[in-house]
């Protein structure tokens, strides 16, 4: 499978990186690990004519600790946030997902800046990113914006990315102490995409829920919150009667869809079980 | 329009003119000559084109050429010393951890990234970390066994060069 022919360029610097995707328009995609793009081009269901590859631009791969977030550069790898000792301290539920995206392999290349263009519903990050609030910084011809995760996965494969935007960190608001998080994803086999996957992370105090996000994985066209179930958690006191009222609500306001892995009413099974799973490990209440 | 490349791959220059939608791994095979690297699935699923990039095992049929410009390669072939087998090569072989041997170079390859993060990695830890890998024939039980006899000889190897200090997970 040998993709379309394309013309390649691999500027040293985001306002070069920009300057390109501005002259080449719509013909013009960026190239950052490849390991969705590729594939793609390879069936050619995408067919670019022109690829502009970030991967040379330096100081994009970083993960710091802020006052008040941590921040990832768009090229950092899966693998550097698997293996990262900050995330799996500050960010569980992140060095989670990161562990279980795809195979050594794919995580050693694929980049979470390329995981969340790329707006996969089924992905692993997005999901993350949505339950996080994260927010994502965006370069283009008209200066940086930051853009919620909320408002960011829009659709299927479509981010709120203009064509010549390229995302350049990620930053997550840095969980309170009493704040744990798991990502909780379930596949035939281990190197597969999720079925459904659940994101939790909950803030405790005195033994109640003062805050709790559930971000679901493909349990519709976008990676979704369990908004229901987190509404009946939130203010409650720690209990196993509480923690499966609220994991039965997962499901309620989303499309799952209909494919060879399942029907919608074994994705909405899925996600109450995994969201009881997750809320279960995270708050020890059993 | 064409690229002009460099690379290092098994400590060997080597540098041509490509198209930039030419596949790595079509290049090892084709232009480098080097054809120990397979393709089996050419979709990123079955892990046959698994080669070090920088020190990163790479699927190389879903890296094009010129990413890999600059960089230093290694596959199956550089894994030999003359004569010598690399300790997972010869495993492989006293284990019959191959049958028809398609997968067996990026077998090879992904086990050694595994044992470079995890130089003593668990029965479960072995086949995680060659998710990535599928072998037609179905031969993981032996696969397993010549991953853990490998880890075994490496970690006596790391011992003896370095009695005073015990090996630890490289994770780079
Ligand atoms: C075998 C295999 C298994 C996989 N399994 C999983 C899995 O289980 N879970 C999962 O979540 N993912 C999985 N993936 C996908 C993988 O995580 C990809 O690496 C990731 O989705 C895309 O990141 P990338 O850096 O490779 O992006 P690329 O493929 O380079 O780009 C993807 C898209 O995003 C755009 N883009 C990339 N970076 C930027 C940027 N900084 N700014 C603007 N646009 C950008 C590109 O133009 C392109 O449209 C798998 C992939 C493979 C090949
Ligand atoms: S040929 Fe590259 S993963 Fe199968
Ligand atoms: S030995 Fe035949 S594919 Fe693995």
Not at chain 1, 102 to 124: F, K, L
Not at chain 2, 79 to 97: I, K, N, R, S, V
Request: charged letters at 20%; aromatic letters at 4%; one cysteine or more.
């Amino acid at each position: 499978m040998i993709p379309a022919a394309f013309d390649y360029v691999a500027p040293r610097s985001l306002p070069e990186a920009v300057a390109d995707l501005v002259k080449h328009g719509s013909e013009a995609k960026v190239l950052a690990g490849g390991h969705s793009l590729i594939p793609l081009m390879k069936l050619r269901l995408s067919t670019p004519s022109f690829l502009v590859d970030i991967g040379r631009i330096q100081d994009l791969s970083y993960i710091r600790e802020a006052d008040s977030h941590i921040a990832l550069g768009a090229l950092t790898t899966h693998h550097e946030i698997e293996f990262s000792e900050l995330v799996k301290a500050r960010l569980p539920l992140l060095q989670q997902a990161a562990a279980q995206i795809g195979d050594a392999q794919v995580r050693n290349r694929g980049t979470i800046g390329g995981a969340a263009a790329h707006a996969d519903p089924n992905g692993d990050f997005p999901t993350c990113l949505l339950a996080l609030d994260a927010e994502l910084i965006a370069v283009g011809p008209r200066g940086e914006r930051s853009i919620k995760a909320q408002d960011f996965f829009v659709d299927t494969f479509t981010s709120a990315l203009e064509p010549a935007e390229i995302l350049r960190e990620i930053r997550i608001p840095r969980p309170p102490s009493a704040s744990s998080g798991t990502y909780l994803k379930f596949s035939r086999r281990s190197q597969d995409w999720a079925i459904v996957a659940v994101a939790a992370q909950v803030s405790l105090r005195e033994g109640r829920v003062e805050r709790v996000a559930i971000g679901l994985t493909g349990m519709g066209p976008r990676p979704l919150r369990a908004a229901a179930a987190e509404r009946a958690l939130t203010g409650k006191a720690v209990a196993p009667d509480a923690l499966r009222e609220a994991s039965a609500q997962a499901a309620d306001g989303t499309q799952p869809p209909e494919d060879l892995n399942g029907s919608p009413e074994y994705r909405r099974h899925l996600a109450a079980v995994l969201t009881r799973r997750a809320l279960e490990a995270i708050t020890g209440s059993k | 329009m064409r690229q002009r490349v460099s690379m290092t791959i098994n400590g060997t220059n080597y540098e041509h003119e490509v198209e930039p939608r030419l596949l790595l791994v079509h290049y090892i095979r084709e232009q480098a000559g080097l054809t120990g690297t397979h393709v089996g699935c050419d979709t990123s699923n079955c892990g046959a084109c698994t080669i070090e990039m920088d020190g990163h095992s790479v699927k190389a049929c879903t890296v094009f050429a010129v990413q890999a410009n600059g960089s230093q390669l290694l596959t199956i072939e550089g894994l030999a010393q003359g004569t010598q087998l690399h300790p997972l090569q010869q495993a492989f072989w006293d284990e019959h951890g191959l049958q028809c041997g398609y997968c067996t170079p990026g077998m090879i390859m992904a086990a050694r990234q595994l044992l470079a993060r995890n130089p003593d990695p668990t029965e479960k830890e072995i086949r995680m970390g060659i998710e990535g890998n599928l072998c037609r024939c179905t031969g993981y039980h032996n696969i397993v066994k010549a991953i853990q006899a490998a880890a075994k000889v490496m970690g006596e190897g790391a011992e003896r060069k370095a009695p005073a200090t015990a090996p630890s997970a490289r994770r780079d």
